[in-house]
């Protein structure tokens, strides 16, 4: 389904236990980058799953599955539950702050 303006609708997804809208279709770490674009384009993250360092736990419905962010499409509900510390880091700020508007981006626009 498309918002206004012919873009897709965004997609809602939870990291540690926060509620989210991110861009439908992207991958976990592209969703992570939109979300806080400078903290996770200085990362270091190689974006070709040879790294390993955007590993994440997403809740799968009572299992959870270690997954490469860099690989995985962002579907609707998903719960990102746990991270490496390389994502946990890059996502700081984000995490720390108080709520997070749903829909809204980043402070570092």
Known sequence: MAAEGGEPEPTRIW???REFDVPA???LLEAFQFLSVREVT???FCWKAECCSCEVD???G???DTVLSCETRVRPGMRVVGM???VKHSLRALLRSGVQPVG???SDD
Do not use: Q, Y
């Open 84 to 86: 490496s510390p390389t």
């Open 15 to 17: 990291i540690d236990g």
């Open 58 to 60: 997403i809740d799968a």
């Open 62 to 64: 009572g299992a959870v």
């Open 42 to 44: 200085a990362a270091g």
């Open 104 to 106: 809204a981006r980043g």
């Open 25 to 27: 279709g992207a991958t």
